[in-house]
């Protein structure tokens, strides 16, 4: 019932830059938290970056000091700024978000995933 939709992935050279954006729609009566993940070929999906509704953020080691996550809570949108791309950062990355649907029910929904290709 909550839909995200992302955009912004593509193929970049070692040190340029990328924007992912992800915007959230459907049935949403808040978002608590809202992040983004990804997946390397052969490895598990890992934390990139999460934002919570209290502005607080979190990133993974590897992308700290490189990436950015941002929020707009009026229009449900998460923002990753990539800079100083590294060929180890190419994955698909995949927007996250939780919240409540009503008073009483929960969602976690996932985006489709967008590749993030990093050439040396």
């Known amino acids: 019932q909550v839909q995200l939709v992302e955009s912004g992935g593509g193929l970049v050279q070692a040190g340029e830059s990328l924007r992912l954006s992800c915007a959230a729609s459907?049935?949403?009566?808040?978002?608590?938290?809202m992040g983004w993940y990804r997946q390397a070929p052969g490895k598990q999906r890992e934390l990139v970056a999460v934002?919570?509704?209290?502005?607080?953020?979190n990133y993974a080691d590897s992308v700290r000091g490189r990436f950015t996550i941002s929020r707009d809570n009026a229009k449900n949108t998460v923002i990753l700024q990539m800079n100083s791309l590294k060929p180890e950062d190419t994955a698909v990355y995949y927007c996250?978000?939780?919240?409540?649907?009503?008073?009483?029910?929960?969602?976690?929904?996932w985006g489709q995933g967008t590749q993030v290709t990093v050439s040396s």
């Open positions: 996250n978000a939780d919240g409540r649907i009503d008073i009483l029910r929960r969602f976690d929904s």
């Open positions: 934002t919570t509704s209290g502005g607080s953020t």
């Open positions: 459907g049935r949403i009566f808040s978002i608590n938290r």
